[in-house]
């Protein structure tokens, strides 16, 4: 089955500069590569995603990138603000065959005002 | 109605105990999920329903036992759990053909 490998675990910036997340991913026919944003307490929230036919995807101060070669999509944060300050998963499902996301292990980070 | 919605929120029971978990959705949805969340860990995969049909079981204990009534509801029947079963469980709902997940706010469950 797919196996999804997430850096850092964790992450300090100072507010106003970027943050980036990487994954890699194992099953080459994974085509759909979601972030999720939790927050202490709170439910995953989907917060960009990108498909195998894009390369990158942008909405705002986040943005991912996909490379299917090196089996690898990781997500930037530019202009970081304290309320950016969560756990961050990544994941990784095909529309064939299971159908379920699995998740990374997940980022925590920490934005300094 | 893009929520997911989930109850209870909390629930204490005992290791004899047997309550149900449940989770509703109204987007007209035709996947629902329920995954299992220690703290500090990622989501991890219990049951995926489609269509109302079960369609993956991660190898769950028998003690969790899930029912999908119809395509807007989904339970799970809970009996004779253990402490370490302690966790957040989270369901969600996704369209099948675009992924996208919507998870519910979760149940804090504690098993004493």
């Known amino acids: 089955g797919e196996n999804v490998e997430q850096h850092p675990s964790t992450l300090s910036v100072q507010e106003g500069d970027s943050a980036v997340i990487k994954c890699t991913y194992s099953?080459?026919?994974?085509?759909?590569f979601p972030w999720y944003k939790q927050e202490l307490g709170k439910r995953p929230q989907l917060i960009i995603d990108?498909?195998?036919?894009?390369g990158e995807k942008k909405d705002q101060r986040i943005a991912v990138t996909l490379n299917k070669t090196a089996k690898h999509f990781s997500l930037h944060i530019t202009e970081t603000q304290p309320e950016d300050s969560a756990v961050y998963f990544c994941?990784?499902?095909?529309?064939?065959?299971?159908?379920?996301?699995?998740f990374g292990s997940g980022t925590r980070l920490q934005v300094q005002p | 109605d893009t929520e997911v919605t989930q109850t209870p929120k909390h629930l204490v029971m005992g290791m004899t105990n047997k309550k149900s978990l449940k989770c509703e959705q109204h987007m007209g949805h035709r996947a629902m999920y329920w995954y299992k969340q220690k703290a500090k860990k990622p989501p991890e995969l219990m049951f995926v329903?489609?269509?109302?049909?079960?369609?993956i079981n991660e190898s769950v204990p028998s003690r969790f036992s899930p029912e999908c009534p119809n395509s807007s509801l989904l339970n799970l029947h809970l009996h004779a759990l253990q402490p370490e079963d302690s966790a957040l469980y989270l369901c969600?709902?996704?369209?099948?053909?675009?992924?996208?997940?919507?998870f519910g706010s979760g149940t804090r469950l504690t098993v004493v």
């Open positions: 994941a990784a499902t095909s529309d064939t065959g299971r159908r379920a996301l699995t």
């Open positions: 329903y489609s269509y109302e049909k079960l369609s």
């Open positions: 099953d080459s026919a994974s085509n759909y």
């Open positions: 969600a709902s996704s369209q099948w053909l675009k992924l996208g997940y919507t």
């Open positions: 990108i498909r195998s036919n894009v």
